[in-house]
């Protein structure tokens, strides 16, 4: 479904974004992972070996314009154009609202809104010139209904929805869609180290019985970054089996 297109993909490391990188692979993109480490990149890069040329590491620091710009060149030099781009790096909180700091209230908000919007606007203007492109971010089911801790987390992801709005009237005219995939409680290693019991206790409160795996978000980022999805744009899908908190 996305055949020869080339694929950023933040937070491309682990958990979903690692499933969003291979998945994107299997179905023939060429594909740039980015993480924060070196170390990280490479550990994940060494599970990829089959896919041989077809995907390259880098880190940069997403709150740097300059180094992300020179990243996504580098990405544009070596495979010609940058189609998608998958806004997925993130980091949640559960922090109490009395606890909280201004400090861990600017991270998440750091990471989850202003990386997103650096990378947004580093892949626009490849994408304008080259005359089109997808950029899908990453919500949550919590960026409808919010949490009752960790305040500044579902505050990041209603933000990353109001992006998503935004661009996808902006940017229309450039022939570039704006999404978001809303995933719900998906197996990545957050929820490896819970208790078995804590884990079944959640499954049994969502409707289609079970926590989301990488792969199920995955497929939605290919839908939309297909051109089956050509005429979706400004949308925020939710991937969570009905749950509802
Ligand atoms: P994860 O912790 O397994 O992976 C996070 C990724 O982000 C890693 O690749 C990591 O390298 C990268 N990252 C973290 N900090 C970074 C930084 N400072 N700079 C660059 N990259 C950084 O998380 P995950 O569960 O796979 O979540 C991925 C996305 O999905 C996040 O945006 C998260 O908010 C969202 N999400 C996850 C769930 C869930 O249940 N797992 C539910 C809803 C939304």
């Not at 055949?3 to 998945?23: C, D, E, L, N």
């Not at 070596?78 to 109490?96: E, Q």
């Not at 869609?177 to 409160?205: I, Q, Y």
Request: hydrophobic letters at 40%; aromatic letters at 6%; charged letters at 25%.
């Amino acid at each position: 479904m996305v055949k020869g297109k080339t694929a950023i993909v933040t937070g491309g490391t682990r958990g979903i974004g690692f499933s969003i990188v291979k998945t994107y692979l299997d179905n023939g993109a060429n594909v740039a992972l980015l993480g924060s480490r070196k170390d990280s990149v490479d550990a994940a890069l060494a599970k990829l070996t089959e896919y041989g040329d077809r995907v390259m590491g880098l880190w940069p620091d997403l709150l740097n314009p300059e180094e992300v710009k020179r990243d996504f060149e580098a990405v544009r030099a070596k495979y010609g154009r940058v189609d998608i781009l998958a806004n997925n790096a993130g980091i949640s909180s559960k922090t109490s609202f009395y606890d909280y700091t201004l400090d861990e209230f600017k991270k998440v908000m750091d990471l989850n809104v202003t990386a997103v919007f650096i990378c947004a606007q580093a892949a626009a203007r490849i994408m304008k010139e080259q005359g089109g492109g997808v950029i899908i971010n990453t919500s949550s089911m919590v960026g409808e209904y919010g949490q009752p801790s960790g305040c500044s987390y579902p505050a990041s992801k209603f933000a990353v929805n109001g992006l998503v709005k935004s661009l996808s009237r902006e940017l229309a005219k450039d022939g570039i869609r704006v999404n978001a995939v809303a995933p719900g409680v998906t197996r990545t290693d957050m929820l490896a180290n819970l208790p078995k019991e804590m884990v079944d206790r959640v499954s049994a409160g969502i409707p289609l019985g079970r926590v989301g795996e990488p792969e199920d978000i995955a497929h939605a980022y290919l839908y939309l970054a297909s051109d089956e999805a050509s005429y979706v744009t400004g949308l925020v899908l939710k991937v969570d089996g009905g749950a509802r908190t």
